[in-house]
Every structure is written in C-alpha cells, then in structure tokens.
C-alpha cells in the first residue's frame, strides 16, 4: 500500500527506491560505461553539498523513498563520505543506505562507511584474471579490489554481492570462478546484461551475455543441480535483480541477474535516479531530467516536491536501449549514476 502524497508514476508504479550519484568523477574507466574520448565531467562547483543531497533525500523521504543507493562516477572517490552517510542515516523513515563501488579504495573506506551506516554493499567485479581486469577497467588493479573485498567482509555489511557485467567473448568464460569466488566468501554473485549507454559508443555489440545463457552458464556448473527461481534472501535489495539459486548440496548457491535487455523489469520500475548536480532522471535510458538543484536552492521544499512530480509525471513505460545509437541515451552510465 502506497503512503498518502506516494510517488505514483503515470503507469500506477510507486517509486520508493532512489539512486544518489554522487560525484561524476571515477577512477577506473570501463570499456561498457566510459567512452574512449572520455565523458564529460562538471564542475566540482556544480556538485550539491552533501547537506544538498541529505535535504533532498529528505525530501524525498516524505515522499515515500525508503531506500537510497550511492553510487557515482565512483562514490569513495569523493572526500568524506561517510559524513554523507551518516547524515542520511539521521533521516526519518528511510530504512536502508546501500553503496555501489568499484572496490578500489575499499580496503580504507569499508569500515567507516559500515560505521557510518551503509547497510549493503554492491563491489563490480568483472573479472578474476588480472589482465582482463586491467583492460575492461583501462588500468584498474584487480589486487586493490580483492583487498578491498576483504575488508568489506570484515566489515559485517548486511550483504556482499558482486556486480559482473557479463560480455561474450570478454569474460563470459569467468561466470563458474565469478560464482565460485562468490559463494566461498558468502557474497552473492549478480550478471548484468551490458545496455548500450553513450549512444552504443560503449557497447561490445553483438557481445551481450543474455539471462537465458548466464543461467545455462552457472547450470553447466553442476549436472546433478538445477537452476530454480530464488527470493534472493539477504541480497534482496531494492533494485531490479532477479535471483536464482543452483541446488545441490552444502551452502546454498545464489546468484542474480540484472536482465534490461533480454528479459526488461521496465513494468516494475520502482526507482528515479538523481545526478551528482542534482538532474532527477526518471529513467536510466532517456536522456530527458528535471533540475532539482535550483529549486532546492531557493529554500522552497514546496518547489522541490514540484520539481519531484514533474520528473515522476514524465516517467516513461520502458527504456528504449534497442534503439542504439538512433534514440537510446546519449548519456553515460558514469554521468548519472549507474
Ligand atoms: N563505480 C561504481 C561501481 O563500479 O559500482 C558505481 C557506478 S557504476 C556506473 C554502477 C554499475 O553499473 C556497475 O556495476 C557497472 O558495472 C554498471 N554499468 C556501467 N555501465 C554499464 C553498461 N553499459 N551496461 C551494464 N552495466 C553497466
């Protein structure tokens, strides 16, 4: 049941869950998310403050957003963010605060961020051969995310899961060690289908893993087991994953997928995403955003909440990521927040 003044889209789905990008700046530059030229990047003037950002999850809040994601760019990039945490932590009826890094500084951020208050933590991980790692990141240090990974699970995070965008011909040999590394550690192990993003500028064309072949991947893993539909325990979130789980014996072997392309969760979209310079975008693949930073600006929370509606009343039905390159997102993943 949906609160009084809920965020109801046009298609009757109630937003609950908010993705906060909070710098556009990254460390790595994967080959699926940053084009070879490069993105653009903004000012650091034109980032909100983190009391911006925690006045607008405030704001949000009321609306009926129980759960936020930081994600970037590369959230642990920016200085200081566990006093973003902490300042989100202070706000009433939000019940979780997850982060979506690439692990490269997580061996120094894990813990004061677990004690600042992220509840979960999604670390990428494409691959565990070091000079595939190297290339889909251009340059990232596979050793500094495994450390990372270490001291996250030292940590106590309510859930581990690695997030693998899945691309044939690149990694799609590494789905049995992803899941193997995964389930040995007691993460949770999820495949993304890649989505042309940059107007198909990123995109390994023709090279997308689907759902149906990730699953038949971690299947061929065990004869005797089975691949049945999962409700993904502790690594349910509130995002789009779909979970499955391998049976057999001994621990229980989950993993997810994040399908947009070949099985879409578009009529269950439950999200908005808001940019590092305070766009409100309703959909990962439009382009098309309402400000919130000017409003917010103004001191009006009335005007916020406006701002918030128009953004919701434009939300479409789907994506549009099988036009690439003729009227998919022109965007990045790393300019709004993946
Ligand atoms: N830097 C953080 C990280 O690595 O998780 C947060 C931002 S990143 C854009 C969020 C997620 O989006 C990562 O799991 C990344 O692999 C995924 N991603 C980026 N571009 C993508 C694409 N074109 N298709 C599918 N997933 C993509």
Redesign the pocket.
């Known amino acids: 049941m949906a609160a009084d003044g809920a965020l109801i889209d046009p298609q009757a789905r109630v937003v609950d869950y908010l993705r906060v990008s909070v710098t556009d700046r990254?460390n790595y530059r994967?080959t699926?998310?940053v084009p070879a030229e490069g993105a653009d990047r903004r000012g650091r003037d034109e980032l909100l403050a983190f009391e911006e950002i925690a006045a607008l999850v405030r704001v949000f809040a009321g609306l009926g957003v129980r759960r936020v994601r930081l994600?970037?760019?590369?959230?642990t990039v920016r200085p200081g963010l566990p006093a973003l945490v902490g300042l989100l932590r202070a706000i009433p009826g939000l019940d979780e605060i997850a982060l979506?890094?690439?692990g490269h500084l997580l061996d120094r951020w894990a813990a004061p961020l677990r004690v600042a208050g992220v509840d979960r933590l999604?670390v990428?991980l494409d691959s565990l051969d070091p000079r595939t790692f190297r290339a889909l990141t251009r340059g990232g240090d596979l050793a500094r995310v495994l450390a990372g990974l270490e001291a996250a699970a030292e940590a106590g995070f309510r859930a581990i899961k690695i997030?693998t965008?899945a691309i044939k011909g690149v990694n799609d040999g590494e789905v049995a060690a992803l899941c193997g590394f995964a389930w040995a550690r007691g993460f949770v192990p999820r495949f993304?289908e890649?989505?042309p993003?940059a107007a198909g500028r990123?995109y390994h064309a023709g090279s997308c893993l689907s759902a149906a072949e990730i699953r038949a991947a971690v299947a061929a893993l065990d004869p005797s087991g089975q691949v049945v539909e999962d409700d993904g325990g502790a690594a349910r979130g509130g995002g789009p994953a779909r979970y499955f789980r391998l049976t057999g014996t001994g621990p229980a072997r989950r993993f997810g997928i994040i399908s947009p392309m070949t099985e879409h969760f578009c009529a269950s979209c439950n999200r908005l995403r808001l940019s590092a310079t305070g766009a409100l975008h309703a959909c990962l693949g439009h382009d098309d955003a309402v400000d919130l930073r000017a409003p917010l600006r103004t001191g009006d929370p009335a005007a916020v909440r406006a701002a918030i509606r128009q953004a919701l009343a434009g939300k479409r039905p789907g994506h549009t990521f099988d036009l690439i390159g003729i009227g998919g997102p022109r965007k990045a993943?790393?300019q709004i927040?993946?």
């Open positions: 990254c994967c699926y998310c994600t970037g760019g590369e959230p979506s890094t690439n999604n990428s997030n965008v993304i890649e989505m993003m990123t993943m790393v927040g993946g």
